[in-house]
């Protein structure tokens, strides 16, 4: 057997010995709190619940579903959309997802072939990257630094790259540093875009979790208001309705774009389950019901572990949006996350699982109840 050259360029696994760690210290029955992972621990909300037992009954739903969405919920979305920021769209310019990775995956295949540049944020979520690489693309790594508010700094990308380049990734609010992204910015990539004929494809999954009212991120869109710019916006209902487990997401931008991947997707897969779209619809509808409750919570999570840290003398930007703290560590961030756990039994992610350009800094995620808990230890902790 030989394995595909695709599998092969997967970046190999960086946290097994992290992962042997925490599997001894569970046997030895020691104490483990996990601020690794980024999946939200809330239970969806019962309005959606309750709209999917309902659902699941109706034979009408067990049928194949539409491949684009059902209409009356790309409806929903586009309305919710005009309502959050402020820009029209029309149901054909919206794909139901199944989660917005798959979208964020099968975006490449429509617009990549072998030898063709994008460009990518370091550190950032790894299927932008890897799917690029997947479908033959060289990835032009942009580090997101700290003194450029970790904003992918396309002044840096020289003009033979962006010649080249098919497709931009940016994803603000961000995972893993939590920078957002203001107008001038977002205007200035589409700018870009339009010069050099790239895709921009911007991953929002964070949009709905801020911690402030007059501070909203703002979507690519609404800063730009040109539906001709080539671009699509990713969203999820993982982070927004804690839905992470009932796979649903919505891809959203220029009509050829959403063409595109709608092609890719009519030849891939079979769509979303229409019990899951029709609570997913719900969860819009009662959008005032449910995401401030789950926005005050990561609030007050983030609240109580920010003033530990920082007497801890950790280093770190008050996120403004995210579940997530991108803390500076300095050096090897395995060997941090290694002291931590070995020490605390405190889990946080190490800066360089996200690439190389999150070395020194490591990511701590609020979604566990266990915050008072992790703010108790981290208090002992001195850096
Ligand atoms: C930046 C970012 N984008 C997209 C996703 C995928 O979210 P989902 O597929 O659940 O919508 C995640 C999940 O962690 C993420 O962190």
Redesign the pocket.
Known sequence: MKLSTRIESIPKYLFAELDEIKRRKIEEGKEIIDLGI?DPDLPTHSIVVQKLVEEASNPQNHRYPSYEGDVSFRKEFVSWYAKRFGVDFSPDEAVV?I????G?AHIHLAFVDSGDTVICPNPA?P?YSIWSRFCGGKVYDVFLREEKDFLLDIESVPSDVLLNAKMLWI?YP??PTAACADEEYYKKIAFYSKKYGFVVAV?L??SEIYFDENKKPISFFQAVKDKSVPAVE?H????TFSM?GW?V?MAIGNKEVISALRKVKTNTDSGVFRAVQMSAKVALENYDKIVPAIREEYRSRKEKIVPVLRKAGFKFRDPEATFYIWIKCGGDSREFAKMLIEKYGVILTPGVGFGDGGEGFVRISLTTNQIDRAAEILARVSV
């Open positions: 980024g997802l989660g917005s990775k798959e964020i979520y299927v994803c961000n995972n991953d999954a964070y990713f999820s209902f993982s982070k992470a796979r997401g």
